[in-house]
């Protein structure tokens, strides 16, 4: 492995609700024949039974348990998954932790479709719910480390779908027909792939929104 492979961060997936890690079966021999170290976690229940805060606790035990404590790492999630990670880091102390974030198709500010189940987590997934509001009223943590959001306007999931638009980051539109073809086209791995490759700005340097 090569100097620039060996300074890339360990990437961790994080998936969205009734699937497992392995959903990221295709993004992550991808990545890893690009030479990055990717890991997965399956967040228990992943129905939407629990509050998405508690699946934060696991992502936050997960990366305790599996890197060193100064370690540095790039986190990408999809759809319900972008919301608890996005609480891992506004929340649990992530944000000293993750240096590049990529949400793909998630519920920034919600979906209606979430309106079909009575589950914590699910309720916490609807517009205007607390639990997004809250994490909304402070979105601008975010500045701090590389955000990328990753959405296509297709969505039947995230509804409406420019839900997955964040007023700070970055912002990459793929038209993809369907919400889990969002981990499989070609273009949503090479948008992935751009992302994880973009420099670190140093603390001094202010991020500037797209």
């Known amino acids: 492995m090569n100097t620039k492979n060996q300074q890339r961060n360990a990437v961790l997936l994080v998936h969205g609700i009734d699937d497992t890690g392995l959903v990221f079966y295709k993004m992550a021999a991808h990545l890893r024949l690009q030479g990055w170290s990717v890991y997965s976690l399956d967040l228990v229940p992943n129905n939407g039974d629990v509050g998405l805060d508690e699946l934060a606790k696991q992502v936050a035990d997960y990366v305790t348990a599996t890197f060193a404590p100064e370690q540095h790492l790039d986190l990408v999630a999809f759809s319900m998954g972008g919301i608890v990670s996005r609480y891992y880091i506004q929340r649990l102390g992530g944000i000293n932790r993750v240096q590049r974030f990529i ?3 998630s519920p920034h500010y919600g979906t ?32 701090q480390l590389d955000f990328t959001s990753i959405w296509t306007p297709y969505d039947l999931m995230i509804v409406p ?38 420099p670190i700005k140093l603390p001094f340097f202010k991020k500037v929104s797209s």
Not at 115 to 122: A, D, F, L, T
Not at 169 to 176: A, S
Request: charged share 15%.
């Open 112 to 143: 209606v479709v979430a309106y079909g189940s009575q589950r914590p987590g699910c309720i916490q997934m609807r517009p205007d719910s607390i639990f997004l509001k809250d994490l909304n009223s402070d979105a601008t943590i975010l500045e």
């Open 161 to 198: 779908a420019n839900s997955s638009q964040m007023p700070v980051g970055i912002e990459v539109i793929v038209p993809v027909a369907l919400h889990p073809w969002m981990l499989t086209d070609s273009r949503s791995l090479a948008a992935v792939k751009a992302a994880l490759k973009n």
């Open 103 to 105: 949400t793909i198709s």
